[in-house]
């Protein structure tokens, strides 16, 4: 049961072969057996998972069941769940219950989705190696002496592992597509403001978005077809209509214009890895589409000005977490200042406060011109670039990360080099723009991710081109052999 | 550009974290490093650029005044670390 896809499991359901019991209590299983192995879950809740099992089981008897009801979903713990801890891998939510769901939450809720536990993440989705959370690193189920990209590594690693069949995941600069590609799984990043921000816990806002994270590009669109829409309670949420993005995945390739970034395939891009990619975007020509050489000529600018924004808005965020509301709060506070300095000093872990001083300083006055309105004007130039690309091509394609997955511990004392395993996410989140990772080969032995970035709202196109790759490929089917998860 | 630890330890008091002494010297340096590399983009060429906050250019969306959420006080404040009588509790601050 664990190795079907969601897709798979619903048909499953339907057909009475399996109970949302039976399958629940199957994953429930699998956590137990292999999850001290790899950390992906912070929380798990039996009692909670099995009750919305038995619920989804009588909704599928009444025949209300919608594509998803009584399918087992992991979430990232940075999703608001009421009554069940919500941790952001930081100490200052170690005791966090939240008083409400999440949007995400209340829609998976809605569609008879069963809860299956919280993953682990990088502390407030700050990291690339899921190596900064305060419930200690996830492991690579590929390789448990690899990380498995962050910051939602937990959710990677669960889906990888076949603990869970899919997963929720969030996305700043390539927090979807990182782990995904790091993981050898399906993950999409739609474009800012498809999915609701409430009740996600925020990093940097005018960046931050919520997607699915699954086997297949055809589950990742079931998954998207319950989490996208308009919430009134989030003023950055679209009112673009949602679609049903299962609609258009067997579409023909034939004349898709695809561009080449010619800045994503250069001098830093690992050998093995631009194999796999060459080799995937012949299959995309095989079916008919057409491989376009473009440039993006401000590439260059995407780290530091990624660097720069994404800090300034965290360390706006950040600053609710004071000890009087909720959270962590110091022990025997003196006095105010020294409840506020002390809690935060405590809670925090060293990136999520590197991040909070540089984004501190990039606003302080005198320096607010120079380095954060600088920045914002970068991201207009990196995102015009995008604009001018698309309006030749109908799709962006290149490799998601530079490498495949490096050894815990390799990068984790040098932030500058680990903000260079972004180097090709950051700028989808720039720019807004809906971005793919869907496996596409091997390097060493190691999962390598094809990213594909789309117009605004453009995420049924993508999903299109994933779900043809993936019905003539079969390295999305393909298990890790470590630990038993196959 | 370097950055001075008394510098670090301004930014660290507007951020009101805590730094330890004997951690001021490193957090110094790896702040130095980071500025360093998004100093690269003093070089780019941004005359007459409009800033973008939002990358769909979107604007903040105004809703009617008028009240439409309960008052669950009770339940917020159940997960607070200290409160009395309905308020948040916190060190005295006037004497």
Redesign the interface.
């Known amino acids: 049961m664990h190795n079907q896809t969601v897709a798979q499991l619903a048909q499953g359901l339907r057909d009475k072969a399996f109970s949302s019991v039976e399958l629940t209590e199957t994953f429930l299983q699998r956590i137990n057996e292999h999850d001290a192995n790899y950390n992906a879950f912070v929380t798990v809740d039996e009692g909670r998972a099995l009750s919305g099992a038995r619920a989804a089981d009588q909704r599928l008897a009444s025949g209300a069941a919608s594509a998803l009801t009584g399918i087992p979903i992991a979430h990232k713990d940075i999703f608001c769940t009421e009554g069940l801890r919500t941790s952001c891998g930081s100490r200052m939510l170690d005791n ?4 409400y769901n999440a949007t995400v939450i209340n829609r998976f809720n809605d569609a008879g989705a069963v809860l299956l536990g919280k993953t682990n993440l990088d502390e407030f989705a700050m990291g690339s190696s899921n190596e900064n959370s305060y419930y200690g690193p996830v492991k690579n189920p590929w390789d448990p002496t690899l990380v498995p990209g962050g910051s939602s590594g937990g959710s990677a690693a669960a889906v990888a592992a076949r603990m869970a069949p899919a997963a929720t995941g969030t996305d700043t600069g390539g927090s979807i597509r990182q782990p995904a590609a790091f993981c050898g799984i399906t993950g999409l990043k739609p ?3 498809r999915v609701s921000r409430l009740g996600m816990i925020a990093y940097a806002s ?2 931050d978005q919520g997607g699915p994270m699954a086997r297949t590009a055809e589950d990742c669109a079931l998954l998207l077809n319950a989490m996208a829409g308009h919430d ?1 309670l989030d ?2 949420s ?1 009112e673009t209509p949602a679609e049903d993005y299962t609609a258009n995945l067997e579409n023909s390739l034939k004349g898709l214009r695809i561009g080449l970034p010619r800045e994503y395939f250069c001098d830093g891009l690992d050998g093995a890895t631009d194999s796999c990619i060459q080799a995937a975007l012949k299959e995309l020509e095989a079916q008919g589409a057409e491989l376009v050489d473009i440039s993006l000529p ?1 590439s ?2 995407t ?3 990624y ?2 924004i994404a800090p300034a808005e965290a ?1 706006t965020n950040l ?1 609710r977490f ?6 962590h ?1 110091c022990e025997d ?10 809690t ?2 405590e809670g ?1 872990g060293d990136e999520v ?2 991040r ?3 984004g ?2 990039a606003l ?1 006055a005198g320096y607010y011109d ?2 954060y ?9 990196i ?1 015009n670039d995008f604009s001018q690309a698309l309006d030749g091509v109908d799709i962006i394609a290149g490799p998601t990360t530079p490498g495949p997955a490096f050894a815990l511990g390799a990068k984790s004392n040098d ?2 080099s680990m ?1 260079l395993e972004d180097v090709y996410t950051l700028a989808a ?5 809906p971005g793919m990772s869907v496996p596409a080969g091997l390097a060493d032995g190691k999962p390598v991710g094809l990213q594909l970035i789309g117009r ?1 709202f453009a995420e049924a196109g993508l999903l299109n081109v994933a779900h043809r790759f993936q019905q003539a490929t079969d390295w999305h089917t393909m298990t890790p052999k470590a630990g038993g998860a196959d | 550009m370097a ?1 001075e630890q008394d510098e ?1 330890g301004k ?10 002494d004997e951690q001021i010297g490193e ?1 110094t340096q ?2 130095t ?3 360093g ?6 070089a ?1 060429d ?1 005359a007459g ?8 250019d ?1 604007t ?2 105004l ?1 009617a005044d008028e009240v439409t959420e309960i008052n ?1 006080r009770e ?2 404040q ?5 409160v009395q009588n309905g308020l ?1 509790l ?4 006037i004497e």
């Open positions: 966090f219950v939240p008083p474009t800012y403001g005018s960046l009134p003023s950055t679209s401000n260059s600018l780290i530091p000005a660097y720069i360390s600053s004071d000890g009087v509301r909720y959270g709060r506070p003196a006095d105010l200042h020294d409840l506020y300095t002390r935060r000093e925090f406060k590197r909070i001083l540089v501190t300083y302080s120079a380095y309105k600088k920045a914002q004007q970068a991201r207009r130039l995102s932030p500058i903000y989140n720039l720019a807004g723009l605004h | 950055i670090i930014i660290a008091e507007l951020a009101r974290i805590r730094i330890a957090v790896r702040i490093e980071i500025l590399m998004v100093d690269q983009l003093q780019a941004t650029v409009e800033p973008m906050a939002n990358p769909l979107a903040q969306r809703r669950r339940a917020f159940a997960i607070a670390p200290a948040y916190v060190p005295k601050v």
